[in-house]
């Protein structure tokens, strides 16, 4: 890919998952730049990475081709304006905005001038290079400006474009958030876990490699459905059957679905809100 300056605004969970991600995948360390607020924690982040780091946004910006908004959505009006009334010229910037619920319609009014705009619904294994993005360009990203987006998140995982808005908050329910769904699911068997007297360290291990082996099944094999390998599983009469059995009778299927509406609503929310 293209090695071009590029600035993250915002140095949090998912920032650092994605600078981690480009720098394992080789981006050179010079070109990247870092902005948060505290001083404090840009050091932290020069130490760890050994990129540029600035607690001036506005300064921070000035020299990037490529900025990425990593901020909090409740963030971006603060940080969108304070480039509006800074005088550099946005046109001659791609914006990759990672923020959930915010729209490139709502960007674009924003920034004056400021047109190439990909928006991107990433997740937080993006920084062991197992991330899954979603992107969305508006109608002024070019073919190149398209292309580095992609190759961007590429360095960190797989990506699919998406054709509307929509996509991206569909996108954030069933893969931005959804880390957070499979940490939860181990919570719960955790606390059976301990329940049962393993130690902290055993069950971890145990369900560690309870996921990964699923995980590893399901791509493995690609010929078989997910219901059969869960088929695969369940023994006529057995004990997998009495458990999911559970779950069918709490409508597990209706939990999720809930679930993930709830969180595309909440992206919905945000649009209107930010
Ligand atoms: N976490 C996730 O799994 C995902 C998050 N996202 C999106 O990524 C964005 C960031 O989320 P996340 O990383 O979790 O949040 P964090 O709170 O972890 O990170 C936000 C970062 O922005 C910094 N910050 C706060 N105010 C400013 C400012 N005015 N200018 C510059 N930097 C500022 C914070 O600094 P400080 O800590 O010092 O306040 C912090 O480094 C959000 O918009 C979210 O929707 C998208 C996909 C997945
Ligand atoms: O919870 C959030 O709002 C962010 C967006 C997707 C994951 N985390």
């Given amino acids: 890919m293209q090695h071009q300056n590029i600035t993250f605004i915002g140095g949090g969970n998912m920032g650092k998952s994605l600078i981690k991600g480009i720098l394992n995948a080789g981006y050179p360390k010079e070109k990247v730049t870092v902005s948060t607020p505290f001083a404090e924690e840009i050091n932290t982040l020069k130490q760890t990475f050994g990129i540029n780091g600035l607690t001036d946004n506005v300064e921070a910006v000035k020299n990037a081709e490529i900025v990425v908004m990593a901020v909090k959505p409740q963030m971006m009006h603060d940080v969108l304006t304070q480039f509006a009334s800074s005088g550099i010229d946005f046109s001659k910037k791609l914006l990759i905005s990672i923020m959930a ?15 190439r705009i990909v928006r991107v619904m990433p997740n937080t294994p993006a920084l062991i290079g197992l991330g899954m993005a979603g992107l ?3 109608a002024g990203a070019s073919e190149a400006d398209k292309k580095f987006a992609e190759d961007l998140l590429g360095c960190c995982g797989k990506t699919v474009w998406v054709d509307s808005e929509e996509g991206i908050d569909n ?10 769904y499979f940490f939860l699911f181990l919570e719960c068997m955790a606390n059976k876990a301990a329940e049962y007297g393993f130690s902290e360290k055993d069950a971890r291990s145990m369900l560690e490699q309870v996921i990964l082996g699923s995980a590893q099944m399901v791509i493995n094999n690609q010929d078989k459905s997910i219901a059969q390998l869960r088929e695969a599983v ?3 009469g057995g004990t997998t059957y009495e458990a999911l059995k559970v779950f069918n009778e709490s409508n597990l299927n209706d939990i999720v679905s809930r679930a993930l509406d709830a969180c595309k609503k ?5 649009s209107k809100q930010f």
């Fill in 101 to 115: 619920g915010v729209t490139t319609g709502r960007i674009a009014e924003l920034v004056p001038g400021l047109t």
């Fill in 266 to 270: 909440r992206a919905e929310e945000m």
């Fill in 136 to 138: 969305f360009p508006a």
């Fill in 171 to 180: 996108i954030t329910s069933l893969s931005g958030s959804a880390p957070a």
């Fill in 234 to 236: 369940t023994s006529k």
